[in-house]
């Protein structure tokens, strides 16, 4: 007897499970871009400088200080701005200290602290109050320091 396919029966894929994994994927997004947007604070206008570069993609752990053209520091997570020294001060001693014992956590025994500080400073805020938070940071005992501008053609 042999086995005979009408040529009306045709085998169609299951699609269900596709687009289950499609629309989770796109959730995944959604959420990765919310909570990486939310580090940036649009009020602050970048400088623009000639010779900026995109971000080093290398760059795990991260720490964005948003100054704003007042001098004050807007961290996320954080209810007010930090608005004088000694506040800045505290904030990245307590930082540096909780990146450290992550750090010796993780296994490693000198408990190196690999945070880069990425300082957003708004374009008409002091070089003063800049190069003091980058100051501060240094004697946090933070190594990596970047700044954040445009370029010329506004990206």
């Keep these: ?37 939310a580090q940036l604070n649009e009020e602050i206008k970048l400088p623009i400088a000639q010779s900026a570069r995109a971000m080093d993609k290398a760059e795990v752990e991260v720490l964005v200080l948003n100054m704003d053209a007042g001098g004050k520091l807007q961290i996320v997570g954080q209810p007010e ?23 010796e956590e993780r296994g490693d025994k000198k408990g190196r602290v690999k945070t880069t500080i990425i300082i957003r400073a708004d374009r008409n805020a002091n070089y003063e109050q800049v190069f003091g938070l980058m100051a501060l940071c240094k004697q946090a005992g933070f190594k990596k320091l970047q700044l954040r501008a445009y370029t010329r053609a506004g990206g």
């Design 81 to 103: 701005p930090l608005s004088n020294d000694s506040q800045k001060r505290y904030f990245l001693d307590r930082y540096y200290a909780d990146a450290k014992l992550a750090s």
């Design 1 to 37: 007897m042999s086995h005979v396919i009408s040529e009306d029966a045709r085998a169609e894929p299951n699609l269900v499970p596709l687009l289950d994994l499609v629309f989770q994927l796109i959730m995944f997004f959604m959420i990765t871009v919310n909570f990486v947007s």
